[in-house]
């Protein structure tokens, strides 16, 4: 009995040390996330992050990039070494022997042959042979080398271990610009462009094949994003934005978009007037400059995302260029899907 | 006796050893010794499209934007563009503007063979401080064999080193930047297209009348051996930069030669290369190669503005 009124304390206090000793780690480790205070409030590390996503995730990047190139090109010189000392021989000696040595380099009649094969002129001069040759015998040298490089790390195992960083998801908001298709949809799809660009319209059609392609699942945002100089675009987001007002803007879109950025500042009001849309409301809005604070805020909210030049893409909240091919957009697409499936899945595992 | 003969002996030391002096201040003095170096007031870059500024953060000619002669004032102020903090606005910083003149000879699309032009230009307007920054597209081409060769290239150089040797004023300074690593460009649109900023293949093809930029390095058709190739011309270009400049420094009593390695061997990120045409530098890359280029340059010591 005495022992046991000897050992409950001793429990005790070891349950409330171990306590004590979570909580502390607890709190450092909130601390160690925080990556500042404000009137001893911690700025945690997340809320930081996630306002410089994109911005991060380059720089991160770079750290992944540097390090696969410094370690490749590590890796080959150590596997030289390696070989020349084998063969108890200098590294020079080593390239010496095995691509100097190794390489033939192409006759005058080869330079002349491949002239002519290559139409690259009827009458050389003696100039242009040179430059040819210089051409075809280094590249024929390095050539060499590079195909004994990979010899030799053919023969050794080599592996890079780290893997590249993954893409953030921006916080990009729809604000209250014109969108097209079912507004309860899981999949939000943001297109940062300016009329007057070429690309942007490609982009566009992308997107409609995305839209068309998975149906009901995505709604389609359009926000506009325009440079200094680009008056053409800078007025046709004004033109946007007055079909807007009327309730038409997907009409002017799609219309101005079939021009392919091709277009004349003359053209907006045609074609407002052709869908329907008074031309003279354009032109007053343009006197009184009544949308340029509402484009003003979308270049801002597009910069805060990370664009620094158009067509750029969110799907729900995921970058990708409007230059990249269809398939690529497709297989982002697909992988949205899937992962809202799975996370759906999980949700009604977890319901009670 | 002896020590008469000590006393004479150490005068007839120190006569000879003051001649010696005399004779090697005047040797040194008029084979090495220079002009008093003038303050660079009156700036003239020579160059292509990187000093121009060209597509830097919108299409076109960002003249604001170049690394030498670039400015900020408030209308770039007001529609956000990057102060890049020109060799141009340090020169303002450092000595004020009075007496100040800021040329660009630099013109896009200029090879060496227009050196000689640009700085008859350059002397023209009796420049004190003249940049060349030039030869990138003697090294990009549409094919490797259009690439000059070492004695074209230096020809051409040579002759437009002579034009400053003979017409700058006496105490001017010329500064010879080396060729970028082009094989860098190569790199940083493999890391726009990984990072899902934009496809450089796109914009290159179609916005350049389906030409490549650079046809010698960014040509999807090229191998690896004909990139290394580019890069081997590249290297022989800085080379003949470097060597041409060091001769004019030792040769020419009355003018300064510099040159840096810098753009060449400086790591250029993604973020330096603009997204506009995934090949001319981009706000940050023209602030880099300013801040990089004065920090290792003639001027270094004056550090206001940086």
């Not at chain 1, 750029?312 to 497709?330: A, D, H």
């Not at chain 2, 400015?71 to 004020?96: D, P």
Request: proline residues 4%.
């Amino acid at each position: 009995m005495k022992s046991l009124r000897t050992i409950f304390p001793t429990i005790s206090l070891s349950l409330v040390t171990g306590l004590v000793i979570l909580l502390a780690s607890v709190l450092a480790q909130a601390e160690q996330d925080a990556v500042a205070t404000l009137n001893g409030e911690p700025i945690a590390r997340e809320q930081v992050e996630a306002r410089a996503a994109l911005k991060l995730y380059r720089l991160r990047w770079e750290i992944y990039d540097t390090l696969k190139t410094e370690a490749d090109a590590l890796v080959d010189e150590r596997l030289l070494v390696e070989e020349a000392e084998k063969r108890h021989m200098s590294v020079d000696d080593l390239l010496r022997a095995e691509v100097d040595d190794k390489v033939q380099l192409p006759t005058d009649e080869q330079v002349d042959e491949y002239i002519k094969q290559g139409k690259i002129a009827t009458e050389p001069s003696a100039e242009l042979k040179g430059r040819v040759k210089l051409y075809l015998s280094e590249r024929t040298k390095i050539q060499r080398k590079l195909d004994y490089l990979q010899e030799l790390r053919t023969k050794a195992d080599y592996q890079f271990l780290l893997k590249p960083p993954e893409q953030p998801r921006a916080q990009v908001s729809v604000d209250d610009d014109p969108l097209r298709g079912n507004p309860e949809a899981p999949i939000t799809i943001i297109h940062f462009a300016s009329f007057s660009c070429e690309h942007c319209a490609e982009s566009a059609q992308k997107i409609q094949r995305l839209t068309e392609e998975f149906p009901g699942l995505a709604r389609w945002v359009h926000r506009d994003f325009i440079n200094m100089f680009d008056e053409r675009g800078l007025r046709a987001a004004e033109a946007g934005e007055t079909a807007h007002a009327a309730g038409k803007f997907w009409e002017f879109h799609d219309r101005i978009y079939s021009l392919g950025g091709d277009f004349e500042l003359e053209d907006l009001g045609k074609i407002l007037e052709e869908i329907g849309v008074s031309a003279a409301d354009y032109v007053s809005a343009h006197d009184d400059a009544r949308y340029i604070l509402e484009i003003k805020h979308d270049i801002e909210d597009g910069v805060q995302a990370g664009v620094t030049s158009v067509p750029v893409i969110f799907i729900n909240g995921q970058y990708v260029s409007g230059t990249f091919p269809y398939e690529m957009l497709r297989k982002t697409m697909e992988e949205e899907a899937r992962h809202l499936k799975q996370s759906a899945e999980q949700a009604d595992g977890q319901a009670p | 006796m002896a020590l008469r003969n000590v006393r004479r002996t150490h005068a007839g030391a120190a006569v000879f050893l003051a001649l010696t002096v005399v004779l090697v201040f005047m040797l040194t003095s008029s084979a090495y010794a220079k002009d008093p170096q003038l303050v660079p007031r009156r700036l003239a870059s020579t160059g292509d499209s990187i000093s121009a500024g060209i597509d830097v953060e919108y299409y076109g000619q960002n003249a604001n934007a170049s690394w030498v002669n670039g400015y900020y004032g408030f209308w770039e102020w007001l529609f956000g563009y990057t102060n890049v903090k020109s060799h141009n606005q340090r020169i303002t910083a450092n000595w004020g503007s009075w007496g100040r003149a800021n040329y660009m000879d630099a013109v896009s699309g200029a090879d060496m063979f227009d050196f000689p032009g640009q700085t008859a230009q350059a002397v023209s307007q009796s420049a004190q401080y003249v940049t060349v920054f030039m030869g990138h597209n003697d090294v990009c081409q549409n094919y490797p064999w259009e690439i000059p060769s070492d004695a074209v290239f230096e020809a051409n150089l040579r002759a437009g080193m002579q034009n400053l040797k003979n017409g700058l004023p006496n105490g001017a300074t010329v500064y010879v930047l080396a060729i970028v690593d082009i094989r860098q460009l190569y790199e940083v649109a493999k890391d726009k297209k990984a990072l899902g900023i934009v496809d450089c293949e796109v914009l290159w093809f179609t916005t350049l009348l389906n030409l490549f930029p650079c046809g010698t390095m960014l040509n999807p058709l090229n191998t690896e051996a004909d990139r290394q190739y580019t890069r081997s011309r590249n290297i022989a270009f800085n080379n003949i930069l470097a060597n041409v400049t060091a001769e004019y420094n030792a040769n020419d009593p009355h003018h300064y030669y510099y040159f840096t390695n810098l753009p060449f061997i400086y790591p250029f990120t993604e973020g330096d290369v603009s997204s506009l045409d995934c090949f001319h530098p981009s706000g940050q890359g023209q602030k880099t190669l300013s801040r990089e280029s004065w920090n290792v340059g003639p001027f270094y010591l004056y550090q206001k503005g940086s």
